[in-house]
């Protein structure tokens, strides 16, 4: 049965315009958190509320197929009216993270989303361009916005995956920008998917941002909204949480928050975290049914969890982003 059309304005959301001009003038930058279930998204909008910060939530293609596509609607409909109870009205944005076709991408704004990412970057150049445009003109017509994507980020998350990454030719994005009429773009300066981000030898320390390439990037499009994807840290203490309880994340090693400062402080007014979310989230619960071996009541533990992930969301917001009192 086909779906029902819906704006996303008639569910409370909003697109990213907005966010991201007062981001770039603010030097901060709008966190993107990923959710899959019910207690993610809670977490992520109690934490938001709190810290009184806008915010984009999204999902992967897996991620909506996993939540339902329908039930994700009245899902996004909830948290705004969650919010607005809690006394609130922080900006929200509902975002199809990775889109990887442009059904994918129509069928995300016919449903609600406010902002689409199309992801061509494994593509030619021209090809991405041309996938690129095709997805905003369809956009244009719901005033949704769009994020695209130049450089290939290495590593797996989700449906998302490279063996080798490909960093942004700076040369490439005025063009990009200009012949696609993209919202943001994506662009690859060392940060990677997953929580393998790095392959460390005993004794190195993770490599550092290539922020010569970002620099250049944003000389060459000035004003233009830059977006950092796999850009979670990997919290050690939530890896050695897991490990502790019988987890096995050896090696598992990501972004070093300080550098994620800095970039939010640049020309990047979006950040992606995912990986962060799913650690907290995981540490908490393997802790609980470790501790409490008898424990079958899943609110027992997924509320844990869901606590934790409300103090994850909250120490980002306010100590990394910038993004806390910006709502």
């Keep these: 049965m086909e779906?029902?059309?819906?704006?996303?304005?008639?569910?409370?959301?909003?697109?990213?315009?907005?966010?991201?001009?007062?981001?770039?003038?603010?030097?901060?930058?709008?966190?993107?958190?990923?959710f899959?279930?019910?207690?993610?998204?809670?977490?992520?909008?109690?934490?938001?509320?709190?810290?009184?910060?806008?915010?984009?939530?999204?999902?992967?293609?897996?991620?909506?197929?996993?939540?339902?596509?329908?039930?994700?609607?009245?899902?996004?409909?909830?948290?705004?009216?969650?919010?607005?109870?809690?006394?609130?009205?922080?900006?929200i944005c509902l975002h199809l993270d990775h889109g990887d076709s442009y059904e994918l991408c129509q069928s995300c704004i016919d449903s609600g989303f406010s902002s689409v990412m199309i992801d061509g970057s494994h593509l030619p150049y021209d090809d991405n361009v041309a996938l690129t445009q095709k997805v905003v003109a369809y956009a244009r017509q719901y005033d949704?916005?769009?994020?695209?994507e130049l450089g290939v980020?290495?590593?797996?998350?989700?449906?998302?995956?490279?063996?080798?990454?490909?960093?942004?030719k700076?040369?490439?994005?005025?063009?990009?920008?200009?012949?696609?009429?993209?919202?943001?773009?994506?662009?690859s300066i060392g940060t990677s998917h997953g929580a393998y981000k790095f392959k460390l030898k005993p004794g190195e320390s993770v490599p550092p941002l290539r922020f010569d390439i970002l620099d250049e990037c944003a000389k060459r499009i000035p004003g233009f909204p830059i977006v950092l994807h796999g850009a979670s840290s990997v919290l050690q203490?939530?890896?050695?949480?897991?490990?502790?309880?019988?987890?096995?994340?050896?090696?598992?090693?990501?972004?070093?928050e300080d550098q994620l400062r800095l970039a939010a402080a640049s020309a990047v007014c979006k950040i992606n975290i995912d990986s962060d979310g799913?650690?907290?989230?995981?540490?908490?619960?393997?802790?609980?049914?470790?501790?409490d071996p008898k424990e079958f009541d899943p609110r027992k533990y997924l509320g844990e969890a869901r606590k934790e992930l409300v103090r994850l969301v909250k120490h980002k917001n306010e100590t990394v982003l910038g993004s806390a009192g910006k709502a």
């Design 170 to 187: 700076p040369e490439e994005v005025e063009d990009f920008v200009s012949q696609t009429g993209v919202d943001s773009l994506a662009i």
């Design 153 to 168: 980020l290495a590593g797996i998350e989700d449906e998302v995956s490279s063996e080798h990454s490909s960093y942004t």
């Design 36 to 91: 899959n279930n019910l207690e993610q998204l809670q977490a992520i909008i109690t934490a938001c509320v709190e810290t009184g910060s806008p915010v984009i939530v999204q999902v992967s293609k897996g991620a909506r197929s996993y939540a339902n596509a329908t039930m994700l609607r009245y899902m996004a409909m909830g948290a705004v009216k969650m919010a607005r109870e809690m006394g609130s009205n922080i900006p």
């Design 144 to 148: 949704v916005s769009v994020e695209a």
């Design 3 to 34: 779906r029902e059309k819906v704006h996303y304005a008639e569910l409370g959301l909003v697109n990213t315009k907005d966010m991201f001009q007062r981001a770039m003038v603010g030097k901060y930058a709008i966190p993107a958190y990923n």
């Design 237 to 256: 203490e939530y890896v050695a949480m897991i490990n502790n309880y019988g987890g096995k994340l050896d090696g598992a090693v990501g972004v070093p």
């Design 278 to 291: 799913r650690l907290a989230f995981t540490a908490k619960i393997r802790e609980c049914m470790a501790l």
